[in-house]
Nanobody
Framework: VQLQASGGGLVQPGGSLMLSCAVS????????VDWYRQAPGKQREMVAT???????NYADSVKGRFAISRDNAKNTVFLQMSSLKPEDTAVYYC???????????WGQGTLVTVSS
């Protein structure tokens, strides 16, 4: 399984940005595709998850501002980010989870910088 994240960039506070994660390869074992982020000097944290069944879950810090969705035809998962804050600055990673006991797959990160 390969994941290709894109869409990062520089945005002003209050602005919006949409990240994309294209998933390819043997995806039948994937249980969810998630977004994580890692800010400088901090641990990687979960931002949003989207299960195969369509259930979405969000970190408290992004609820109401971020939305995760997918295009099944294109095997792509999106993260729409709105009302961005400087504290959202981080490298964002997508992750394909598999059933318990199996390692998942990480994509490369895409940098999001929120600054005026």
């Amino acid at each position: 399984v390969q994941l290709q994240a894109s869409g990062g960039g520089l945005v002003q506070p209050g602005g919006s940005l949409m990240l994309s994660c294209a998933v390819s390869g043997s995806i039948i074992s994937i249980t969810s595709v998630d977004w994580y982020r890692q800010a400088p000097g901090k641990q990687r944290e979960m931002v949003a998850t989207l299960s195969r069944g369509g259930y979405a879950n969000y970190a408290d810090s992004v609820k109401g501002r971020f939305a995760i969705s997918r295009d099944n035809a294109k095997n792509t998962v999106f993260l729409q980010m709105s009302s961005l804050k400087p504290e959202d600055t981080a490298v964002y990673y997508c992750y394909a989870a598999r059933p318990s006991g199996y390692l998942g797959f990480w994509g490369q990160g895409t940098l999001v910088t929120v600054s005026s």
